[in-house]
């Protein structure tokens, strides 16, 4: 099952590159209502799944891990200046050069790597991973979306950007595969990846939240679109708690 996820993680990431090319004129209120589902899928499932986990793994400090990777990805984001989040992406585009684009690659790259180290673990709920593998798929389409959006408006080679999609496609289940095998071939790797977890579970938090409540919105209004979404996303994020 975790191959099969990661497999999928790999082909929706490279769905999400590709829909630039496919439409070149994508509806704004389409993006705004796919982030505030994924905003909210993700969120629950990091309170859901996530935190309970690294609490259960690790006790009272778990928090203060996920305290870390919460200002981690603040940090981070400086990096990829937010654009790991999905929204204003023609506007970050428009204002990327190519040194801010190397960066803004980096930033994501990162975060990509990130996001693929829990799906490497083996947890204590079944429905842990399942649900958190979803969680990602979904959130990998916009954030591929926004990379190639920048690409294009940078660089006018398209098997160019094509290969770099294919390689930021590729980063996730890598680092899946990474900590997987790293667990199985090592001992002790299962107690360190407990706070690699938490890490990035408070990044999760920032991430999901800022999604949550700034997809879309220039004052952070609500609209029945954007509601149902919201409350789409966290029914089936609910939803996952039927897999135990």
């Not at 992406?89 to 996001?115: D, N, P, R, W, Y």
């Not at 706070?195 to 029945?224: K, R």
Request: aromatic content about 12%.
């Amino acid at each position: 099952m975790r191959w099969l996820f990661l497999l999928l993680i790999f082909v929706f990431t490279l769905i999400g590159g590709l829909i630039p090319l496919w439409f070149k004129r994508m509806q704004s209120a389409v993006m705004v209502y796919l982030l505030a589902f994924t905003g909210a899928f993700l969120l629950g499932i990091t309170l859901l799944h996530l935190v309970p986990e690294s609490f259960e793994e690790l006790g009272k400090v778990a928090g203060l891990f996920i305290f870390v990777g919460f200002f981690l990805q603040v940090f981070l984001q400086q990096w990829s200046h937010g654009m790991e989040h999905g929204h204003k992406v023609g506007e970050k585009a428009a204002q990327a050069t190519s040194v801010g684009a190397f960066s803004i690659v980096v930033g994501l790259s990162v975060h990509a790597f990130m996001a693929g180290l829990p799906l490497g673990f083996t947890y204590e709920d079944p429905a842990t991973l399942p649900a958190l593998s979803i969680g990602i798929l979904l959130h990998k389409i916009p954030e591929a979306l926004t990379l190639m959006v920048m690409l294009i408006h940078l660089r006018k080679q398209a098997k160019g950007n094509l290969r770099l999609l294919i390689l930021f496609a590729l980063v996730t289940p890598l680092a899946a595969c990474l900590v997987y095998f790293l667990n199985f071939e090592f001992a002790m790797m299962d107690i360190i990846l407990a706070y690699v977890i938490a890490v990035v579970t408070g990044a999760f938090l920032h991430i999901s939240t800022t999604i949550f409540f700034e997809s879309g919105a220039q004052h952070h209004e609500l609209n029945t679109g954007k509601i149902v979404s919201m409350l789409i996303g966290f029914c089936m994020a609910g939803l996952t708690l039927l897999l135990e």
